[in-house]
């Protein structure tokens, strides 16, 4: 049996949220018990893809790969599809068994490696995407915020969705830079339990009451609150990306279960509860913007001019 996956590049939180749940793999078995094969239909005419839309759909389709269900994709000639066909997106599930795991370098300088986060290989791919940039569009500019951005998210990711108690500890991430406009994107998505029901868990277990999709956010983002006990992290991660985002004049945004939260460049913060949208896991969104990056000081890239 066959079921047919069609993807746009969705404008609106309730469209992604929608696709995805009604995707999931559990709602198309318990319909599809004998399902064999997803056929995925980029059925859009838009003009581009932004990182958060390819990692959600990368878990998508991971939930599908892991029960050895046969995945193909029906190409056409829109910019989407060939774009995801240059990142290569499509190759990492062209056939049963494949992975998603490894290290794909796309032929565009701009893109950096779609990626499925595993703890393993944490350090090399957050060195690598700092090297990448550096060198490729970053020179002149300090961007160790990049390294330090992308270690705390990854931490907050083995937190939650990998944590011991986790049903599925699958995540993916990805970065692309604009150059027209000089900004850089990174996403990583998971579907784990969302950040709001795993802070009511942990409360729950301390014999506290829970709280709603806001507070429990609210609580995540304060200094050393942790729903782990992880040596690592300790409650820093989700502060640490907070404070540095709004220090470098980024923008900030979480994705979870009934809830989007948003720190723009101006720094204003804000709250939207989703009542009625039961977002898979949790998506989160860095931008980072070349002119509000520091200078890079002048010693440290005449020394790396030594060493060419």
Known sequence: MEHLICFQVFTTTAALSAFLLENRLVWI?????????????????????KPHHVVTLACLLEEYRLA????????????VCRYLESIGFLSQWGQVGTTGASFT???????????????ERMNDYVYSAYTHYKVNAFYSKDLTGLFTFLSEVFNNVFD?????????????????YYPSRERLIFAVADFGMGIPKSVNRYLSSKD??????????QKALQLHFTAHSRKHNQGRGLDTL???????????TILTSHLLYNVSRKGT????????????GTTVQIRLFKDSLPDEDAEIIEDDVAFL
Do not use: Y
Not at 29 to 49: C, E, M
Not at 105 to 119: G, I, K, M
Not at 269 to 279: E, K
């Open 29 to 49: 078995q318990a319909v599809l018990p004998d399902l064999q094969i997803v056929r995925v239909r980029i059925d859009t005419g838009a003009s581009t893809i």
């Open 242 to 252: 907070r404070t540095g985002v709004e220090a470098l004049k980024g923008q900030f």
């Open 269 to 280: 913060v804000f709250f939207q509860p989703l009542p009625d949208i039961d977002f898979p």
């Open 68 to 79: 050895d269900i046969e995945i193909v994709f029906e190409l056409t000639d829109c910019i």
């Open 105 to 119: 370098f796309p032929n565009d300088l701009n893109s950096f490696v779609l990626w499925r986060v595993t703890r």
């Open 160 to 176: 939650h969705a990998f944590s011991d108690d986790a049903t599925e500890r699958v995540a993916f991430a990805m970065i692309q």
């Open 208 to 217: 506290l009451p829970t709280v709603s999709p806001t507070e429990a956010l």
